[in-house]
């Protein structure tokens, strides 16, 4: 009876009959110790686990992150070598016609030739929208104009 009444005080009494039964001793991590150098040597070991998963993690969020930027970058590399080559295309006609069967194996730096044309198409695009904006603000203002001419006509 005495030994129940000691049970009955221990709170982890449930949990080290149930290690006990299965012939495994409970672990040092639960069971609770009122030596302070034994606390402090754990929570030293605790820190220094939890410094290496922080290490790990960084280093795996810098290795995602890189792998992105390296995704976007070909990306955007292929997207330029597309458009230069459709303005290359578009420069010279009989380019357009004729197709050519680039292999990538073969030619290494075609990406990169394509990709040093995109500043000349950019520059077509903007010129060719500077002479649309141009074009659409002198004829509204031809369209004023004869609005205002229309004006007098009217008053005289």
Do not use: C, Y
Request: proline share 4%.
């Amino acid at each position: 009876m005495s030994h129940d009444t000691q049970n009955m005080n221990d709170p982890l009494s449930f949990v080290r009959s149930l290690w006990s039964g299965m012939g495994v001793s409970m672990p040092g991590m639960v069971t609770p110790t009122f030596d302070v150098d034994e606390l402090d040597k754990r929570i030293k070991d605790m820190k220094a686990v939890e410094g290496w998963l922080r290490m790990n993690l960084s280093m795996l969020q810098m290795t995602i992150q890189g792998l992105e930027m390296q995704r976007t970058t070909l990306g955007t590399v292929q997207a330029m070598s597309q458009m230069a080559s459709d303005a290359a295309k578009s420069m010279t006609p009989s380019a357009a016609e004729e197709p050519v069967a680039v292999d990538p194996a073969q030619n290494a730096f075609s990406g990169a030739t394509g990709a040093a044309m995109w500043p000349w198409q950019m520059m077509q695009q903007m010129r060719d929208q500077m002479q649309q904006t141009a074009e659409a603000v002198q004829a509204a203002s031809e369209e004023k104009a004869e609005a205002k001419a229309a004006g007098k006509r009217g008053k005289k």
